[in-house]
């Protein structure tokens, strides 16, 4: 089993950056891919980006590409998502998601954990 907490979610306005951050415990993480997903009211869960453990390969929605940066830290077994030029239509409840194997998807059915998510809002 895998743990996924994640933070640093909030409200902030157009333009303005927030980090997120993502702990993992339960397992060793190097073979694993770790994505994070967004969901706004109403809409299907959506993929943001997503990188692989132990190689550090990094995909991302074109929506973000340019604007998001994921990350991590080993010694801390966890998983970040800077968020810089943050648009109203950023705003969703963001999850933090894993994979048991090293290859990257874009959807949410391949992901095996889940955290419980934090809130971003950014107003106009």
């Known amino acids: 089993q895998v743990q996924l907490v994640e933070s640093g979610g909030g409200l902030v306005q157009g333009g303005d950056s927030l980090r997120l951050s993502c702990a993992a415990s339960g397992r060793t993480l190097s073979r694993y891919t770790m994505g994070w997903f967004r969901q706004a009211p109403g809409k299907e869960r959506e993929f943001v980006a997503a990188s692989t453990w132990s190689v550090g390969a990094t995909y991302y929605a074109d929506s973000v590409k340019g604007r998001f940066t994921m990350s991590r830290d080993n010694a801390k077994n966890s998983v970040y998502l800077q968020m810089n030029s943050l648009q109203p239509e950023d705003t969703a409840v963001y999850y933090c998601?894993?994979?048991?194997?090293?290859?990257?998807?874009?959807?949410?059915?391949?992901?095996?954990?889940w955290g419980q998510g934090t809130q971003v809002t950014v107003s106009s």
């Open positions: 998601a894993a994979r048991n194997t090293a290859v990257i998807r874009t959807t949410a059915t391949a992901y095996d954990y």
